[in-house]
């Protein structure tokens, strides 16, 4: 789903934008001009692969995401929010959650065949 910054309405606007097996759903709101607050929640399903046995493994995700999206370059830097930048006036929700999802991809992820042999190993100590 894309839409332009400029139509972005001052008052929370309920939205859900999906790609492939996850949605991205929740509210978004102008704060100022050059920036809007999304407050959402993305959940589905995706594969994350193993850092012990390299295994692929269906995960499912929960996972919420409050970020701001700043029209352009943003420069204040003394923020704690997670700002995305926005290019062309437009936001993009499909790169946001494809961002999103190659992040959670790349974390630390143990399949549940290695996390019960950890198991076992700690029990017999
Ligand atoms: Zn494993």
Redesign the pocket.
């Known amino acids: 789903m894309k839409i332009e910054f400029r139509k972005v309405p001052f008052t929370a606007k309920d939205f859900t934008s999906s790609l492939a097996s996850v949605k991205l759903e929740g509210t978004f709101c102008k704060i100022s001009p050059l920036l809007i607050k999304v407050d959402a929640l993305l959940v589905g399903e995706t594969t994350a692969d ?6 692929e ?1 269906h995960i499912t995700i929960e996972e919420k995401l409050d970020f701001l999206l700043s029209d352009g370059i943003f420069n204040d830097t003394e923020s704690e929010d997670l700002v995305i930048e926005v290019e062309n006036h437009t936001i993009n929700f499909d790169e946001i959650i494809e961002s999103e999802l190659s992040s959670l991809k790349s974390d630390y992820h ?6 019960q ?1 950890n198991n076992s190993i700690e029990k017999e100590f």
């Open positions: 193993c850092c012990r046995c390299g295994v493994e143990i399949c549940q065949e290695c996390l042999n």
